[in-house]
């Protein structure tokens, strides 16, 4: 009888020990889910794998707080892990919108998760998130914006001017250096601010666009201005990742460069394979800017609006001009 017992005691134990260690992490997202979060959605699968189950990443999108509060609830320790956009509040992590500047030249998504990379690894970029108790596990790599609007479209420099249109980070700095009237509204309420008027434009890439409906009420698309992107990281709270058991972390850490490598097949597969259809399907009029009309916003946009950024840092006492040579200097040796 003793023997008998003695497997079922060291079972219960070891079940015991299990749970002790078991671990779930909210994670804090919105919308729904779309190629901006699948690699959130990898991770999750690559992490629960690996553990066995033990730890588990449980996604919700807009259940746990709204997407321009995201940083705020992981520094309060609401939940452990959460996407932002660094351009919904720039004054909340400055060294990120390096990244955001309009007409950098980032020509794929891979370029854009090493350049993303090596600003989150930066000791001041770094340093700049300890603010929020929140370190960078990685981005949520974006092609270049472009603009889905309805009515007449701009064909040219000075029908930008009063034009109505939302637009964060750099891309909003091109459009607002161009005369446009920026309007801020979170993603989810697109669609009804352009059915309304309360927009004309709106700028994306392209899977929010289909995610968030303006396809559906557009008319016009701009295939080639690619004023830029947002950047987008997917962080976590420090303390948690501190708190993790040792081969929890590894799981965590060692999935990262998977999911993004699922992520840049899925976008650039079968995202755009579904963008280029809607299109069609929508009857969008593609409206393709001359070179010099391109060239001309460039030259009125991308000098001016570096050199502010570097002097505003600058006179906070941030390494902007640093910040500005990696990146920049990252995009000219690809080149």
Request: glycine share 8%.
């Given at each position: ?8 005691i ?49 996604l ?9 509060e ?32 309009p ?5 794929s998504?891979?370029q ?12 001041i ?7 929020w ?14 603009i ?73 698309w ?8 947002v ?15 040792e ?58 609006a ?30």
């Open positions: 009888m003793k023997n008998f017992r003695l497997p079922i060291a079972a219960a134990l070891l079940a015991q020990t299990t749970a002790a260690f078991a671990t779930e992490w909210r994670v804090s997202l919105w919308g729904e889910r779309r190629a901006f979060t699948e690699h959130v959605e990898k991770l999750a699968e690559l992490v629960s794998d690996k553990t066995d189950g033990a730890f588990t990443l449980n919700s999108y807009g259940g746990l707080s709204p997407s321009r995201n940083l705020d609830g992981i520094a309060a320790g609401k939940f452990e892990m959460a996407q932002f956009c660094a351009g919904y509040h720039p004054e909340k992590n400055p060294t990120i919108t390096v990244l955001e500047l007409f950098l030249g980032v020509s998504l891979e854009e998760i090493a350049l993303s990379l090596a600003v989150y690894r930066h000791p970029t770094k340093i700049d998130m300890l603010r108790n929140a370190t960078l596990l990685m981005p949520s790599p974006l092609p270049q914006y472009n889905m609007g309805v009515g007449n479209p701009p064909t040219s420099l000075e029908e930008f001017k009063g034009l109505p249109i939302r637009a964060t980070g750099g891309v909003g700095q091109a459009m607002g250096a161009l005369g446009a009237e920026l309007v801020s509204i979170p993603a989810p309420e697109v669609q009804s601010a352009l059915a309304a008027g309360q927009v004309r434009a709106v700028s994306f890439a392209p899977h929010a666009h289909m995610a968030f409906g303006t396809i559906d009420s557009g008319s016009w701009t295939s080639n201005l690619n004023p830029g992107t950047n987008c990281p997917v962080v976590v709270n420090s303390k948690a990742l501190d708190a993790l058991p081969d929890h972390r590894d799981a965590l850490m060692s999935s990262v460069d998977e999911a993004l490598a699922h992520y840049v097949r899925n976008y650039n597969g079968t995202a755009m394979a579904k963008w280029e259809d809607a299109l069609t399907e929508n009857g969008i009029a593609v409206l393709t800017l001359r070179d010099d009309i391109v060239g001309s916003i460039k030259d009125a946009v991308a000098t001016p570096a050199e502010a950024w570097v002097a505003k840092y600058e006179g906070r006492g941030l390494p902007a001009q640093e910040l500005l040579d990696l990146v920049t200097e990252m995009i000219d040796a690809e080149g």
